[in-house]
């Protein structure tokens, strides 16, 4: 089967977690691993890796992962297991671990301008909150867009870094904080915030929200406030509606597009990114072009909303 993703990653590199998030990795079923895939994985880890992960997880699978880990094992078996762990847990390890790269890909994955024009009332003068903000795509919109008090909340460390960055030209009246946090549990006090966005971080899936962080943007968010998932999972909709959810698609004159920086570029992040649709090289070999229209990349494109009256 052609492999999801060009994976860079290696078994020590889950060592960069901080423990909320190995939990939330290895929650029960969160990533589809079975606890024999996660051991044989670790055969030859670090002892104090192996020692991290298995204190992360659920403590029913703490003495079937530690028999498991001591059977002995081929070197084939082992590197299945490694390939399976770390294809899961892909793009969680490219937040934490290049996230210069990531910034990289969606640079040029431009929002409908439509999007921030429709959410205007619901920004200017507001106090607004951003959930699994990532190097500040939405963010920064909503600073353009005039938020009086803006607050990012973004779990890995290096997208902070890079989000601070940005934001460190926008010190001006507006005020601004920036802090590490994940949508089960939001640094955030009771009713303090108008309007709270998540911008293609928040789904039905516990580890990206899902029920518990739904429940947190409500409790965050004042009575009248709205909720907004930009640019949500197609798969999700259902889902999104059934909460009472509406959904906004803004029209297109042409076909929306990524813009990577230059040929190198484009080369590079589609052999790491859409391994698996061959297509998109072959459309930047044959155009020479670095705009790649998002049917080749057979993503929707970031052109919709939901949102909800709190
Ligand atoms: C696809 S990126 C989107 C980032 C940014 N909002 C943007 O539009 O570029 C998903 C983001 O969600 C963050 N994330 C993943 N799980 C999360 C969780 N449980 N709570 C909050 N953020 C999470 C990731 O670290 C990552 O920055």
């Known amino acids: 089967m052609q492999a999801l993703f060009a994976n860079p990653f290696h078994i020590t590199d ?5 423990n909320n998030t190995l ?21 030859n880890a670090p002892g104090p890796l192996v020692k991290r992960i298995q204190h992360a997880l659920p403590p029913q699978q703490r003495s079937p992962f530690k028999q498991t880990y001591n059977h002995p094992l081929t070197a084939e078996e082992i590197a299945d297991a490694q390939q399976e762990v770390l294809d899961r847990f892909f793009w969680e390890l490219t937040y934490w671990k290049t996230p210069e790269l990531y910034e990289e890909l969606i640079e ?17 003068g507001k106090s607004v909150l951003d959930v ?10 909503c600073l353009r867009y005039g938020a009086r008090f803006l607050h990012a909340v973004e779990p890995s460390p ?14 001006a009246e507006q005020q601004l904080s920036l802090s590490a946090g994940r949508f089960e ?23 990206q929200g899902g029920e518990a962080g739904l429940a947190e943007m409500k409790r965050v968010t004042r009575p009248g406030g709205k909720i907004v998932i930009i640019w949500p999972r197609s798969e999700d909709l259902a889902w999104l509606r059934e909460r009472g959810f509406r959904h906004v698609v803004l029209p297109v004159r042409e076909e929306m597009a990524i813009h990577f920086r230059s040929l190198n570029s ?45």
């Open 14 to 18: 889950l060592q960069i977690f901080d």
């Open 23 to 43: 939990h939330m990795l290895l929650a029960d079923g969160s990533f589809g691993l079975t606890t024999e895939q996660l051991a044989h994985s670790l055969y």
């Open 108 to 124: 040029g994955e431009h929002l409908h301008p439509g999007i921030f024009q429709h959410l205007e009332e619901e920004i200017r």
């Open 132 to 141: 699994g903000a990532g190097s500040g795509r939405a963010t920064l919109e």
């Open 158 to 171: 290096g997208l902070r870094r890079i989000l601070q960055r940005k934001l460190a030209h926008y010190q």
């Open 185 to 207: 549990a939001l640094p955030q006090a009771d009713q303090s915030i108008d309007t709270t966005l998540s911008c293609s971080a928040f789904t039905a899936d516990p580890t």
């Open 266 to 310: 484009a080369l590079h992040c589609a052999r790491r990114f859409y391994a698996h649709n061959q297509d998109v090289t072959r459309y930047i070999l044959r155009k020479h072009r670095t705009d790649i229209p998002f049917s080749v990349i057979g993503n929707n494109p970031p052109r919709d909303y939901c949102w909800l009256e709190v």
